[in-house]
């Protein structure tokens, strides 16, 4: 979703989640209807027969799954489902083949991954990595790509990371598995063998390339396995995420659609498709291929994750709600519990924000789920002004996954709000040299230029070179960076760049983020009185967002709204007085000389 993560990172994704139901207990069985999302046909012989989740059955099977409701204030809260439940835990992430077929050519071993694909690991960064269609544009970006790609590359081999965790991350991601359990008809469950792509123990157990191994292996002797190419899709996906590298988003959306190939209309490929057109932010071709997804399977976790981000992201917050309730209703678990809580948070009620995140990370179980959510509630607590309080939170998710890179980011955020900048500037060095994305790379910039130390404005710039960098090879792969380009270049690039790249997102999706984008871009370019409406309307859902606050307090004093200006300027202090190094710093300085002019 925009937000927390992704002004410049990619979706919002997390851990494998914790206990959830097959599907929702209703009095007449079926399944709750919602606009665009249609599919009750699947269960078929009527009663409550309803299609299972893919994916193999785990130990858990048995344990209760929890929800959010609405107690009769309209209060959200976490509740047993009273039916039981059997948990399915969906396969975890690997790194795949560098290419894939564009379609199957014969039933035997040739349509799998050839023996290139299998040397190509997360370390090969200097190998084919990007696509043909990535290529077209090489000779314009390969010095920025290589600096951005060194520089994870480095980090890697600075730094093995234990993998465990990866796996459980993109273990909510996929939807293959060994066995797919097809609706119950009849009163009896008909399985539908579906193949196995790969073991979620060893994923599990194991570190990501032996998940690699064995996807690969398995696909060279079952190539016609639809749910082990859309397996492989949803894996680029989470690499990309995970390491930073958009450069897998092509050969995501060739094993896609090898496995609509193999099986047309399977909504493991289509919730692929999804996460893959979120990942690249084209948010109407993700909200398309959910939809599509749901009427064959109104039940895909994926699908229903996915549909509530693209609402979000597209700006629509009351069908966001509404899809995130219908979610809930039927894949209740911690992937819909946080979305459900920050569409409250969007609406400016972080106290149901903060309670469904509480009760989400109560019904935690694994340390994947533990990390995630910990993290979340750090990041609410963070934006609220509450330093400590994030530290805490942070500190959980660390206790349970210590390298968590966005609980790491978000400690080195905490620790320079709460003015331990040395930790902070060696905390975001770490994040950065693994991780380079542009919000951790603009904040690392940041607090050098406020640290001011002998080489420190050398070293602020070359983070800044490598948020361009990224964009050059996040666009090279199809993903829209336009409000990454945005919010980076109005304060630290070319703010003409930073303006078109704000409206061309403005004329894409209106959210409080495109909206306050543009804002700031417009100010820096000296247009104030045009500025405005789009700084008022990003204020306007109640989102408490102190750099929002700031924007518009900034914009006031320039517009001669001076009055108002000292009110937002206030506000965005009080919400949260450590809310950027350099912002911050800008805003007290600005609230001063208006104080002084009274």
């Known amino acids: 979703m925009s937000p927390r993560t992704n002004d410049g990172e990619p979706e919002r994704e997390h851990p494998a989640s914790g206990p959830r139901p097959e599907h929702p207990a209703r009095p007449d069985g079926g399944p709750e209807g919602e606009t665009g999302v249609t599919g009750s046909s699947q269960a078929s012989g009527g009663g409550d027969a309803v299609p299972r989740a893919t994916g193999p059955r785990t130990a858990d099977a048995g344990r209760r799954g929890a929800r959010v409701v609405e107690d009769a204030q309209g209060v959200p809260a976490v509740r047993e489902d009273a039916r039981g439940t059997e948990t399915f835990e969906e396969p975890g992430s690997v790194r795949a083949s560098q290419d894939t077929q564009d379609g199957p050519e014969s039933a035997d071993a040739q349509d799998g991954p050839d023996d290139a694909d299998v040397q190509d690991g997360p370390e090969s960064v200097d190998g084919e990595g990007v696509s043909e269609g990535a290529a077209s544009g090489a000779d314009e970006v390969d010095a920025r790509v290589a600096a951005v790609r060194r520089t994870g590359a480095a980090g890697r081999r600075w730094r093995a990371l234990h993998l465990g965790a990866c796996a459980a991350m993109v273990a909510v991601a996929l939807t293959a598995g060994a066995i797919a359990f097809g609706a119950v008809r009849d009163g009896g469950a008909t399985p539908v063998v579906a193949a196995a792509a790969v073991s979620p123990g060893l994923l599990a157990g194991a570190d990501l390339d032996a998940g690699i191994t064995s996807l690969q292996a398995h696909l060279r002797a079952q190539p016609r396995d639809f749910g082990g190419w859309a397996t492989l899709g949803l894996a680029y996906v989470e690499q990309a995420r995970t390491k930073g590298d958009p450069s897998r988003y092509p050969q995501a959306e060739k094993a896609l659609k090898r496995s609509l190939e193999l099986r047309t209309g399977n909504d493991q490929a289509l919730s692929g498709l999804a996460a893959l057109a979120a990942a690249r932010h084209d948010f109407d071709g993700a909200l398309h291929h959910a939809d599509q997804a749901l009427r064959q399977n109104p039940y895909s976790e994926r699908a229903l994750c996915s549909r509530i981000d693209a609402l979000v992201e ?285």
Not at 398 to 408: F, G, I, Q, S, T
Not at 436 to 448: D, F, H, I, S
Not at 461 to 476: C, E, I, K, P, S
Not at 524 to 541: F, I, K, M, S
């Open 314 to 598: 597209l700006g629509r917050y009351d069908e966001a709600e509404k899809a995130a309730r219908t979610a809930d209703e039927r894949r209740p678990g911690v992937p819909v519990f946080t979305r459900y809580a920050y569409v409250h948070e969007l609406r400016g009620d972080v106290a149901t924000a903060r309670r469904v995140l509480e009760q989400a990370l109560a019904a935690s179980t694994t340390p994947g789920d533990i990390a995630f959510v910990a993290t979340q509630l750090g990041q609410l607590a963070w934006n609220q002004g509450d330093h400590s309080t994030a530290l805490t939170h942070y500190a959980r998710a660390l206790a349970a996954d210590e390298n968590y890179l966005p609980a790491l980011e978000g400690r080195a955020r905490a620790q320079a709000a709460d003015g331990r900048g040395a930790e902070a500037v060696e905390g975001l060095e770490d994040v950065v040299l693994r991780f380079p994305l542009p919000g951790p790379l603009v904040a690392l910039g940041e607090l050098y230029e406020a640290r001011g130390a002998q080489g420190d404005a050398a070293k602020a710039a070359a983070q800044y070179t490598l948020v361009d960098a990224w964009t050059a090879l996040a666009r090279a792969n199809g993903v829209n960076a336009d409000l990454d380009t945005a919010l980076a270049a109005a304060d630290h690039g070319d703010k003409a760049a930073a303006l078109r790249a704000a409206r061309a997102e403005w004329n894409r999706r209106r959210t409080v983020h495109t909206a306050d984008a543009l804002a700031w871009a417009l100010h820096v370019n000296g247009r104030d009185a045009e500025a405005l409406p789009y700084a008022r309307q990003a204020t306007a859902t109640g989102y408490r967002n102190a750099a929002f606050l700031y924007h518009r307090g900034v914009i006031e004093r320039a517009t001669g709204h001076t009055q108002d200006a000292r009110t937002h300027l206030a506000a965005a202090l009080e919400l949260n007085p450590g809310f950027s190094p350099l912002g911050a710093r800008d805003a007290r300085t600005a609230l001063k000389t208006l104080e002084a002019a009274k």
